[in-house]
């Protein structure tokens, strides 16, 4: 838009045009994209992109009302849920799952510290920071559950896959926002260790680790949160944890164990994140 | 100043040293927590499997290499599948986590007992995997697309709504006064105080979110809700482990273009 003063001359006869409305009354914010064009252009191809993905789509209308019996008593077993018929097995379920999640965390911070070092373009040659994004884009890419598959097969059931793969999912997350946190930094503490005469472990402890601790610190509680969330999942495919339980309660339509379940996951990433919350303020 | 003495000369410490001992107890009592954990699993774990697990992951890579190409063409259709259910299922998301995050931001909420309820929901939504929510949707809906886009709505509104209200309640509380006091209408000021503000910041995480669902939406076929999930969990059931990496690299490709797409469209709007 212009600046008051400038002479009307070099607006546009539409800008004018608003102009000489919202004096008489008149007024509508400016469109989002200035170009009728582009906007006809866009409007368009939403809408035949919904068209197009309506098509795709085959709801077996009969199906879901038949469902729909199925979906009230779901969302009524939400009050009333029995945690007490399969108390046994959700509460191994969930004993396994929290220790799966502490025991991958602490494993897959442990890893990302070197890689995210390696990944931060400030600090690491230009080979080792390609491979370390390499190993940051592949655990980024593949679902959690992807991997469960792989490591399953590989390690056999049980929550060590679990653990494994919580692990190298971990990799990636804290890796890539620790290389970010790093990239971050200020360089003059950098520089200033090295004017001493620091070594390379003594330039990263006094310059790099003070700057970047706290948001660590952050990131790991909040990474905690998310391995426990993704334990209820692997499960499914045989890496332990709770989510087995769920995946048996869900198949056999036992909704109030189910329900039982998933609030128990609901209350206990409710604390989790009601403590990192206050950790961080604590830290920060 | 944390001061040491040497043989009566002074030693620079970090720290005091009850602050010291502290760290120390704290790093021993995380560590001693970690060996517990580790004994819980070790002893869920049949180690007889992991003896041979380096043979097993060589003959399993081996026979990934080289991918089964000709699969390639037959995979289009689920792929197209995968992204209608990450796009239309972010929006069914958004539409609905809008008037919520309203309703759950402080400013904005027009009760306290709503705001409860709104944050109830954000909160159910968003510690509950979409898969999870899949494999209820599968035993209402039935199997297919349908119950994939549902269970990607129901796991969007969690974290749009939790973004969204969080950038409402960070606005500049100036423009709604100025609003308000010109005597317009709640809606109003809403409309054009508190909209543009958070404008931008919605554009970003909605994107955000989609570039994450295409992520999520690569699994749902696990448990039956559609996309290129299905292809891999039957190829994963024939143990065709050469079109298991075809979908693997085909999902790789995805992912990487949607999250070229959502960095540049949030690089462009924030």
Redesign the interface.
Known sequence: MNPAGTGNESLSAADQQRIDQARQGHWR?LPLIRSRHWRWIINLSVLL?IVL?WL?????WS??AQ??E??QE?VASFLQPDFTSRGGEILTGL??S???T??AT?IGVALAVPVGLGAARNIAPLPVYFFCRGII?ISR???E??IA??FV????????AG?ITLAFATIGFMAKLLAEDIEDTQKEPLEAIRATGGGWLQWINYSVQPQVMPRLIGLSLYRLDINF??S??IG??GA?GIGAT??TS??R?DYDT?AAI?LL??VI??MSEYLSGYVRKWTQ | MPVKHVNNVPVWQRREPIRQYAIWAGWMLGGMLFLLCWKVISDNTIWEFMSDAGTQAGSLIGRMIPPDWSITGSLMMPLWDTINIATVGTALGILIAFPLAFLAARNTTPHPALRAVALGIIVSSRSINALIWAMLLVTIVGPGIFAGMLAIALRSIGFVGKLLYEAIEEIHPTPVEAMSSTGAARTQVLAYAVWPQIMPAFAGISVYRWDINIREATTLGLVGAGGIGLQMNAAINNLAWAQVATVFVLIFVTVVVSEWVSAKVRHAVI
């Open positions: 914010p992109y993905a795709s789509v085959d709801v077996n199906r879901v469902g729909m199925r979906g779901f004993w396994e929290l220790t799966m502490f025991t602490v884009a890419t593949f679902q559950i992807i598959i792989l097969t590989m390690f056999g059931f049980g929550p060590l653990v969330r993704e209820a999942v499914i495919v332990g769920l995946n869900i198949n339509y189910s998933l996951i609901i990433v409710l």
